[in-house]
């Protein structure tokens, strides 16, 4: 009886390793190499030609729509997800969220660039990694650095519209706000300012512009015009963003930008990086990023947890 109980235990557990190996197997660089050998092409050229028919913005709406996925839940395309009272749970859209609703970009970018990659390899690759490397693609045509991203992770079946509510930061908050935000998804002060330098493209909205900023720009939250978080390169990513925040007058768009410089040593991090000496800003940038803007290593396996429950 003892000696059966004991093999009916480790068979079980051989068993249960195998399936976790073969059916959720480690993430890798290369995890699509032999299921989808044309993926990084497709991500390539569908990304470079996204951003001469949408123009070059969708590069900075896309690096944002992965930050937003990616504080919510960790990095796993629930972003991506619609209402739906169908599904038990029923799906309540981060969409809607307030730091999202009438302002995230790149949803039907992402829907045709996972039809391409389809199309040539149906039902292999994940949402959640074709945002990842679409983002990845965006930064470096903008004129940034790559970074190692490892693939193979699932999608989310659930979204979490509350989760975006709270987690994602107001562009009002203060240091000390947003260095706990960042704190909760494990990433330091050095990669808040880092990661925050991904305002070096893109615009944002005048109603989430700081009060000096507006005035400087004359602009109010009933035209709500357009504004570029770098007012000399938005197109470009590149370290001006930092410069601008060093100007006498601060010429940091949002509040959570120009904040940065309010303590003496993310100030001197904000120096070094505006100077970029042996592509500091870059490093760091790309480093953070490898973290997957979320969560990092402790919550992939969690993603993979609860894809084993679906
Ligand atoms: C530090 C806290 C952050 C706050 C409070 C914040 C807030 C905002 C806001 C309010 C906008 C303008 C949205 C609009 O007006 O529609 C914006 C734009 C943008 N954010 Fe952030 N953000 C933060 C960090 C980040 C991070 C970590 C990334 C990516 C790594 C990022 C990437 C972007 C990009 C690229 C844009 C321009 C998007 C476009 O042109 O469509 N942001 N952000
Ligand atoms: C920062 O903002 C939070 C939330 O609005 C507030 O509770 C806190 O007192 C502020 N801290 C400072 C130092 O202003
Ligand atoms: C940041 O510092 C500037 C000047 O050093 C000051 O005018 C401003 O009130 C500070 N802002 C915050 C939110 O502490």
């Known amino acids: 009886m003892a000696s059966s109980t004991t093999g009916g235990h480790y068979f079980f557990l051989v068993a249960l390793s195998l399936l976790s190996s073969a059916a959720y197997g480690q993430l ?14 497709i991500i390539k050229a569908e990304v470079r030609s996204t951003l001469v028919t949408d123009g070059r913005r969708m590069g900075a709406s896309l690096l944002r729509l992965f930050f937003h996925d990616c504080f919510v839940q960790g ?23 307030n730091p999202n609703v009438n302002s995230l970009r790149g949803f039907d970018v992402i829907n045709r660039i996972k039809g391409k990659v ?28 790559g970074w190692p991203l490892l693939l193979g992770r699932r999608d989310s079946t659930t979204a979490n519209k509350a989760e975006a509510n709270t987690d994602l930061p107001s562009p009002a908050s203060n240091l000390t706000t947003l260095i706990a935000a960042f704190n909760k998804k494990s990433f330091t002060a050095r990669e808040l300012v880092a990661l925050s330098g991904a305002h070096t493209i893109g615009l944002a909205q005048c109603a989430n512009v700081d009060e000096t900023q507006q005035q400087r720009y004359g602009c109010s939250n009933a035209n709500n015009v357009l504004l570029p978080l770098d007012e000399q390169t938005p197109n470009k990513f590149d370290t001006l963003y930092y410069g601008n925040l060093l100007l006498p007058d601060n010429r940091g768009l949002l509040h959570s930008d120009r904040v940065l410089v309010n303590s003496t040593d993310l100030k001197n991090l904000v120096v070094q990086y505006a100077s970029n000496r042996n592509g500091l800003f870059f490093q760091d940038f790309a480093n953070a990023m490898k973290k997957d803007v979320g969560d990092g290593r402790a919550h992939r396996s969690q993603w993979r947890d609860q894809a084993q429950l679906q």
């Open 28 to 41: 890798s660089e290369q995890y699509y190499a032999t299921e989808c050998l044309p993926l990084d092409q």
């Open 75 to 97: 990095c796993d395309a629930s972003v991506l997800l619609d209402d739906d009272v169908t599904k038990v749970p029923a799906i309540v859209s981060e969409k809607n969220a």
């Open 118 to 145: 389809e199309a040539s390899c149906p039902g292999v690759v994940s949402c959640a990694d074709i945002l990842a490397l679409v983002t990845k693609e965006a930064v470096i045509a903008l004129g940034g650095q």
